[in-house]
């Protein structure tokens, strides 16, 4: 218990900094005005889902009548949706799976919080790349896991391998790894993934001789649609045999509030259907019962399509500019909506205040287990971001004369 309560008290203190920036931007908003505050703190996509999805509510509308339309499904997923995920993960794994192998789930945060469920035991370590999404250590900790950061390696932030395989214990159960990342952006190399999934091979080679329980790699992939110039995000079924790949449609078809994820176990893994099934009644028992129904048949009939991704490109080189015309240093993020800032002094919060002063919200890298940065998110109209740009460079100026 004590292990529980610890873990979820980090995780909070985490996500306070976004909850704060949140009121925080209300606050001002009420005082100044919407037009005079612009707010880079959360990722709340803001571009409009594909045109096709006014048809698909449309169509899922028409057979809205019929009995037990919008009722329970299987825990696993509606079967139809579930044959749809397999043909479209098919090709974005390039490996061949079945809807046996898929869960479909409350977003890709419902997808981790089943799979910890049905894996962890009190003590088990979950190993992170810093930064990290501010919520693992939660996800992981409600069944006493404890999350396990590794500093990855800036400016790029690409994984540190070595610290990685010296991170691995006898009570590690899990990596995850975020590509594209939140909040860095970056985009794990093919090589370094592959290096991973080496790691954790040679790890569960000796607990199979030894009798112990396997780890696993969780790839947790909502952002996986969001590459820029020519990048891309490698498939991850191919790196081991001890691939879970979670993902959502918050992101790629903007449809956060309609809370739709998949679980995907690899088929080549010793014991997937235990895995699967036991992801299943986790899902069950911890009370999401099954992934709305509406949203399944809303993302199974819009695998094909995405928002607009040039819109958010867009935006993260106009924000590349007001970044390097106020001084700021930064790493160009080839991939998600975020960038992930050098703060110009060691303290990032007060950077973060500086900003405030100027009626710009961000959240201090701290937030993400990595101080000393600031996290932007592009999901704003441009013009917003055109509006931050004498704020950028009076607060780091403002830094710049402290110092």
């Known amino acids: 218990?004590?292990?529980?309560?610890?873990?979820?008290?980090?995780?909070?203190?985490?996500?306070?900094?976004?909850?704060?920036?949140?009121?925080?931007?209300?606050?001002?908003?009420?005082?100044?005005?919407?037009?005079?505050?612009?707010?880079?703190?959360?990722?709340?996509?803001?571009?409009?889902?594909?045109?096709?999805?006014?048809?698909?509510?449309?169509?899922?509308?028409?057979?809205?009548?019929?009995p037990l339309a919008l009722g329970y499904c299987p825990n696993a997923g509606i079967p139809a949706v579930r044959e749809a995920m397999a043909a479209y993960l098919t090709r974005q794994q390039k490996t061949q799976v079945a809807a046996k192998d898929i869960v479909m789930t409350v977003g890709a945060a419902g997808a981790l919080t089943s799979f910890f469920r049905a894996v962890t035991e009190p003590g088990d370590e979950v190993i992170a790349c810093a930064p990290y999404f501010v919520e693992y250590g939660a996800y992981c900790g409600h069944f006493g896991g404890v999350l396990k950061p590794v500093p990855s390696?800036?400016?790029?932030?690409?994984?540190?391998?070595?610290?990685?395989?010296?991170?691995?214990?006898?009570?590690?159960?899990?990596?995850?790894?975020?590509?594209?990342?939140?909040?860095?952006?970056?985009?794990?190399?093919?090589?370094?993934?592959?290096?991973?999934?080496?790691?954790?091979?040679?790890?569960?080679?000796?607990?199979?001789?030894?009798?112990?329980?396997?780890?696993?790699?969780?790839?947790?992939?909502?952002?996986?649609?969001?590459?820029?110039?020519?990048?891309?995000?490698?498939?991850?079924?191919?790196?081991?045999?001890?691939?879970?790949?979670?993902?959502?449609?918050?992101?790629?078809?903007?449809?956060?509030?309609?809370?739709?994820g998949y679980f995907l176990a690899n088929p080549a893994m010793p014991g997937e259907e235990a895995l699967v099934a036991a992801v299943t009644l986790t899902t069950r028992t911890l009370g999401f019962v099954n992934a709305p129904v509406i949203g399944q048949k809303l993302a199974a009939g819009l695998l094909d399509e995405t928002v607009d991704i040039a819109i958010y490109d867009r935006r993260r080189r106009l924000m590349a500019k007001v970044l390097r015309d106020a001084g700021i240093e930064f790493e160009m993020p080839k991939g998600a909506f975020y960038f992930f800032a050098k703060s110009p002094v060691e303290d990032d919060t007060l950077f973060v205040d500086a900003l405030l002063a100027e009626r710009i919200l961000a959240v201090p890298g701290r937030g993400f287990g990595f101080a000393g940065y600031v996290r932007l998110s592009c999901c704003v109209d441009e013009a917003i971001i055109e509006r931050s740009a004498d704020g950028f460079k009076r607060a780091a100026a403002r830094l710049a004369g402290a110092r």
């Open 153 to 260: 390696i800036p400016p790029s932030f690409r994984p540190d391998i070595a610290a990685i395989g010296a991170a691995i214990t006898p009570k590690t159960r899990a990596i995850i790894l975020n590509s594209p990342n939140n909040p860095t952006g970056c985009i794990y190399s093919e090589e370094d993934m592959r290096a991973i999934g080496a790691l954790v091979d040679r790890e569960n080679e000796r607990r199979e001789a030894s009798g112990e329980r396997a780890m696993f790699i969780v790839s947790d992939e909502p952002y996986r649609a969001f590459a820029y110039d020519g990048a891309e995000v490698c498939p991850m079924l191919p790196i081991s045999k001890w691939v879970c790949v979670l993902g959502s449609f918050s992101k790629t078809l903007s449809l956060a509030g309609e809370r739709i």
């Open 1 to 66: 218990m004590k292990t529980v309560t610890l873990e979820i008290e980090r995780s909070m203190a985490s996500s306070s900094w976004i909850r704060k920036m949140f009121e925080k931007g209300l606050e001002l908003k009420k005082q100044y005005g919407e037009d005079a505050v612009c707010d880079f703190s959360l990722g709340n996509p803001d571009v409009p889902p594909p045109a096709k999805a006014r048809a698909a509510l449309e169509e899922i509308a028409a057979g809205a009548g019929r």
